[in-house]
């Protein structure tokens, strides 16, 4: 029970304090960025409330998808012009293996016990797998510190997102919570320090 008030009192405070970090550090201010927080705190509001409807939960992956997209474009602007020193096309294809497995290998396992939410389940999949990609072709287009930081979030946001889809949808464990929670937070604030380190070289 404790546990619980803590998660509904500190989950929509994430998201709003890595916000106001954000705006107040960043010589550039994207709103571009901001959006994708902000869209990551929606979701993190609407899941709150996912025991009482199942529409909530609905709403939580929508709300994060779009949070994924934004992230993607802002990947994509979050790099030099220079390309002499990014990923070989068969480098790109070598390194992207691994994440592409973990996206689709787990999909694959829950996807008995998805029924009705497959398709959304499995969208949302594809584009958090295209969201860690984009912060993999960065390499070699930014700063050292900056792709290791959205990297390293990136991957955190994949395991968070499939401890997650385990626990709800396949066996229940605990510690589950604490888990999703860490590496969730964990993700978003080094996203958000990658974008700041990036920024700070322009």
């Known amino acids: 029970m404790a546990w619980e008030a803590v998660h509904l009192f500190a989950k929509p405070l994430i998201m709003l304090s890595l916000i106001a ?7 550039v201010r ?10 990551c705190w929606a ?9 009482k ?3 909530f939960f609905i709403g939580g992956l929508v709300a994060f998808l779009i949070g994924h997209v934004i992230y993607i474009l802002c990947y994509r602007q979050l790099m030099i012009a220079d390309k002499s020193k990014e990923l070989l096309g068969t480098q790109k294809v070598r390194y992207s293996v691994p994440i592409i497995l973990a ?10 016990a998805l029924g009705d939410l497959r398709v959304p389940v499995m969208v949302y999949a594809l584009v958090l797998t295209l969201m860690a990609l984009n912060a993999l072709f960065r390499f070699g287009r930014t700063n050292t510190a900056s792709f290791a930081l959205i990297f390293t979030g990136a991957i ?13 949808f396949l066996q229940p464990f605990s510690g589950a ?7 969730y937070c964990l993700a978003q604030y080094l996203i958000v320090a990658g974008a700041l380190a990036h920024e700070r070289e322009l």
């Open 53 to 55: 409807n199942g529409l």
């Open 103 to 112: 996206g689709t290998g787990l999909v694959a396992v829950l996807s008995p």
């Open 156 to 168: 955190c946001f994949i395991i968070s997102d499939s401890v997650l889809a385990i626990n709800k």
């Open 30 to 39: 994207s709103m571009l960025f901001v959006g994708a927080l902000f869209f």
């Open 177 to 183: 919570g604490v888990l999703i929670m860490f590496t």
């Open 43 to 51: 979701g993190d509001v609407l899941l709150i409330f996912q025991g």
């Open 21 to 27: 970090h954000y705006y107040v550090h960043s010589p």
